[in-house]
């Protein structure tokens, strides 16, 4: 369902200030019980605020494509030539026979469905079934479908494309004909066509995972991906009986995609019956909160660190270790006997928050996901070899750990805080902490006081 003018009005209401569109309250989920461990999101989030450079701030955000610069871009297509008078008649007097051929065979297909009709009614009332019954054993055929591999014709149609769609483009059944009539690909051998068929698959593969390379190219495979989407779900549920629900919006507030949603059957009277709002609403937080998920490149920092500093647990089994790139050398590889291997090329070792450009924190964090960039556990003989190398650098006069940073009232007589007998009281005072150990002794003991409380000499004159 597109958003209105004030929806849109609101989403980009002070943009350049903040980028971060208004989300509505809504009613919470139903309430189920709590885990006793704590989620993997809430042990990885940090609890700093990053402070974020002013390159990736101006950074350019335009696009999908834009905001994913190491990535390939499909290319678009080039658009055809104008067409001359000549042509435009041609084509309509091909799309005007067309079009009446067209008419016969619907007419020709109808009579054919009414005959079939009449027919399935007299087979029904002779063997006293009915006619849904007969239609179900005729148009009984399977709905799935498994991939085909790649054939041979497709590759040379695919090599003859990228070598004659350079100025002029061809259509399909031309380059079908030109690879038929072309005595090359007769004599080919196993070889060739292996590799034919390899740059084939190579090139469907990249198709799937580069980006499109404007807002315009995005929105029309949002489209078109979305409608099939919607035609499998709802044969699903014809085939099945499945109730699914579908949200699409957009990941940026510069995309011009269109919201969608679709619900299978009644799916959408249940957000009316559960939450008492409608389907609609939902779709509207979905893509605000959508969009402020990628205003900034905060949210690439939250993926790299919890990944480079939360190692602890899933690696060493320690708790509580932080990760040092000053003196990664010493204080991680030789303490804890553990290395971080394939930090990408090109990309300065160093905290998230300290790369300057979008492309270097993108391409760490995409090796991140993909485990190309991982911490492994070295054996005692890999760490007695760091140790040993570290010494020999050590013994050579390089500075293998960088010192710490001298304090400004070093050398100076300094006074104690428990010094005084104020110091004690307040020492006597404190509030011992929960991890502590408290001695039985003062547990048992109680508050000092006198034993005997004499009266004063007033109180003894009243009575």
């Not at 609890?47 to 696009?63: C, F, K, Q, Y």
């Not at 004659?164 to 004909?177: F, I, P, Q, V």
């Not at 009644?266 to 937080?285: G, K, T």
Request: aromatic content about 6%.
């Amino acid at each position: 369902m597109p958003l209105t003018n004030d929806e849109i009005a609101a989403l980009t209401k002070d943009i350049a200030a903040t980028n971060i569109p208004t989300i509505p309250e809504l009613p919470a989920p139903p309430a189920h019980t709590p885990s006793p461990q704590p989620s993997p999101t809430e042990a990885e989030a940090p609890d700093t605020i990053i402070n974020i450079p002013e390159s990736l701030r101006e950074a350019n955000t335009s696009s999908w494509a834009a905001r994913n610069p190491t990535r390939a871009i499909i290319r678009p297509r080039t658009p055809p030539p104008r067409l001359t008078d000549a042509q435009k008649a041609s084509r309509k007097i091909k799309r005007d026979q067309k079009l009446e051929r067209t008419k016969h065979l619907h007419d020709a297909v109808a009579e054919y469905l009414n005959a079939q009709k009449m027919k399935i009614e007299a087979l029904s009332r002779a063997h006293h079934v009915t006619p849904k019954h007969i239609n179900d054993i005729i148009g009984s055929q399977t709905h799935y479908r498994t991939s085909r591999k790649s054939q041979l014709i497709n590759a040379l149609v695919h090599a003859k494309a990228k070598e004659m769609n350079t100025g002029s483009r061809y259509s399909l059944a031309e380059l079908r004909e030109m690879v038929a009539a072309d005595p090359e690909t007769k004599s080919l051998t196993r070889e060739e066509k292996e590799g034919y068929i390899a740059a084939l698959e190579e090139h469907r593969e990249k198709k799937v995972v580069s980006v499109r390379a404007n807002n315009l190219a995005a929105a029309r495979d949002v489209v078109a991906t979305t409608d099939r989407i919607v035609k499998e779900l709802d044969d699903l549920r014809v085939r099945t009986g499945v109730y699914g629900t579908l949200f699409v919006v957009r990941g940026h507030i510069n995309d011009t995609i269109q919201s969608a949603m679709h619900g299978t059957d009644n799916s959408e009277d249940f957000w009316e019956d559960v939450y008492e709002h409608p389907m609609a609403d939902f779709l509207r937080q979905y893509e605000q909160w959508a969009c402020t998920q990628n205003q900034s490149n905060i949210n690439v920092f939250y993926t790299c660190r919890p990944r480079l500093t939360l190692f602890t647990v899933a690696v060493t089994g320690k708790k509580g270790i932080v990760m040092n790139y000053n003196n990664y050398e010493t204080s991680v590889i030789e303490t804890y006997g553990v290395r971080l291997v394939g930090w990408p090329h090109g990309v300065k070792f160093t905290s998230p928050s300290n790369i300057g450009t979008v492309g270097d924190i993108r391409k760490l964090r995409d090796a991140l996901k993909a485990r190309t960039c991982y911490w492994t556990v070295l054996s005692s003989a890999e760490v007695q070899a760091h140790v040993s190398e570290l010494n020999t650098r050590r013994s050579a006069g390089e500075v293998v750990r960088k010192p710490r940073k001298k304090r400004s009232d070093a050398g100076l007589p300094r006074k104690r805080k428990d010094g005084s007998s104020a110091g004690r009281a307040s020492k006597e005072n404190h509030r011992p902490s929960k991890k502590a150990k408290k001695n039985p002794a003062q547990l048992q003991e109680g508050p000092k006081s006198a034993e005997y409380v004499e009266s004063s000499g007033e109180e003894e004159g009243d009575e």
